[in-house]
């Protein structure tokens, strides 16, 4: 096996033995890494006490248009060697490891992916006990949170290359017995969290359990940090589905139970958010760990043009693509996005906008803060469900136990209105949502300035906010207000 950024990739071993010239050659597109596997395996030979061929060794690694690359199969090698003439083994036989130079076994990982592949095609699988009690605690979660999990497989341990015929011999069936890790703490509600204002607190609530994308604008020391504190805190509990995808592209048991919070400096190239993509090898971006979680993204305007549009695609389409001369990649990627901003280098308020005591006017030209302003991408803030204007508020805070109250009051509402969060329709969803509603419709035709994808993203907001008020339908005010989170509104 193989493992890849999709699915992993089944890899056939298969040795020959010919009355040649003594040479040792490994086909398939095998890269360097892969060509020194010769020599781990040689050295493995002699330490275990077996005696490698004296004649020429042509090891087949398929499928053969496929390049291949990792010190994983190495065990597989030798097996396929070692066992020429050995009948009755167990079919399929799958061999996982990296043999070091005294013929000992090391730990690999990518359990995940091998329980992925298991699920496809059940067979033995020969590997570590490490890696074998891994695959066990991955079954485990798999039972505990009722995903599909592989039957008719089994297992044999092996430490050492000379105890590969003693391993066959004690196959056992590859149960569920061992748990898991235990389920971490849960994050911080409520503890040393700054005071957050009850007209924060409303929209952050409507982003949270709506599961909408939103951009926070305004002046400094107005609490948009503030903001992002509290989402982390209250962010909720993982889906399943998620935490297996997230598993099985950054091979890590850490905080399966949480869902994941990136944070992305203003410094972040386009690299840091997709990830690189060489020599059949993927390394994942903040955009694939943020998988199932938030991405918080501080400072929006002071990101480098190139790196805001990589956002186009995953925010629309909940999907990373790579292509590289190495072959394509594409990848699922659904998480939820909040972004802080100022609208001048200054962090003051713009003339334009109302003046907010607490932060002072904007100090800048008229032509530095449009030179800001022309920073945001046009294209990104459609993508977004909420772009608002956050405004200092001496009018009381929110209490931690009130808010998280509030906020699972709030998804309570949202799943007996609705099939999914709001901030999940497709397009099709809000069209058909429109056409059942002539109010609706006629309210959002007056609006101004408005494209397809935003009046999609008014509807949805809409929706969230009807459902906070425990309404059945979508009233005109709960469009206005949806609409006042617009760019348009207020922004152009």
């Given amino acids: 096996m193989q493992p890849m950024p999709d699915e992993p990739l089944r890899v056939s071993v298969e040795s020959q033995i010919r009355t040649q010239i003594p040479a040792f050659m490994i086909l398939g597109l095998a890269s360097q890494v892969i060509q020194e596997s010769k020599e781990r395996v040689i050295a493995s030979f002699d330490a275990s006490g077996f005696e490698f061929p004296r004649r020429k060794v042509v090891t087949y690694l398929g499928p053969p248009e496929t390049p291949k690359t990792g010190s994983c199969n190495d065990l597989a090698i030798a097996i396929s060697i070692l066992l020429q003439d050995q009948k009755d083994l167990p079919d399929p036989l799958y061999a996982w490891g990296e043999l070091s130079p005294t013929g000992e076994v090391k730990q690999k990982g990518y359990m995940a992916q091998w329980c992925e592949l298991l699920i496809q095609t059940p067979g033995t699988l020969i590997a570590h006990p490490e890696d074998l009690r891994e695959l066990g605690q991955i079954f485990s979660w798999r039972v505990r949170n009722r995903l599909t999990i592989p039957k008719g497989s089994s297992i044999a341990s092996c430490t050492h290359l000379k105890k590969v015929f003693q391993s066959l011999k004690e196959v056992t069936p590859l149960i569920t017995h061992e748990e898991g890790p235990a389920p971490l703490p849960s994050k911080d509600t409520g503890q040393d969290l700054p005071p957050l204002s009850p007209s924060l607190a409303r929209w952050l609530i409507t982003a949270l359990s709506g599961e909408h ?49 990136r944070r992305v400096h203003s410094s972040a190239k386009p690299t840091h958010l997709l990830g690189s993509f060489s020599r059949g090898c993927y390394i994942p971006g903040d955009l694939i760990r943020a998988h199932g979680g938030i991405l918080f993204a501080d400072e929006f305007p002071e990101w480098p043009r190139d790196t805001k549009e990589t956002l186009r695609e995953p925010l629309e389409e909940k999907r990373v693509r790579l292509t590289r001369r190495d072959g394509i990649i594409d990848l699922k990627c659904h998480f939820q996005w909040m972004g802080t901003g100022n609208l001048c280098p200054c962090g003051g308020t713009p003339a334009r906008l109302p003046p907010d005591p607490k932060s002072g006017r904007c100090r800048c030209s008229d032509a530095a803060a449009q030179r800001y302003l022309e920073r945001l991408s046009g294209p990104v803030l459609d993508r977004l469900d909420l772009v608002t204007w956050i405004s200092a508020s001496h009018k009381g805070s929110q209490s931690p136990e009130a808010f998280l109250k509030s906020l699972l009051n709030a998804r309570m509402k949202i799943e007996s209105h609705y099939e999914s969060p709001p901030g999940l329709w497709s397009a099709q969803t809000c069209e058909k949502l429109i056409s059942k509603n002539t109010h609706l419709e006629q309210t959002l035709s007056d609006l101004p300035n408005l494209s397809l994808r935003s009046r999609h993203k008014v509807v949805r907001v809409a929706a969230t906010l009807a459902a906070l008020d425990d309404q059945s339908g979508i009233e005109i005010s709960h469009v206005t207000e949806a609409f006042q989170a617009r760019p348009e509104s207020w922004l152009y």
């Fill in 213 to 261: 994308h939103w951009l926070m604008l305004g002046a400094k020391g107005v609490g948009k940090s503030t903001a992002l504190r509290w989402a982390e805190s209250f962010s909720g509990p993982a889906k399943a589905e998620d935490t297996w995808l997230r598993m099985r592209h950054l091979e890590s048991w850490n905080a399966l139970e949480t869902r994941p919070v």
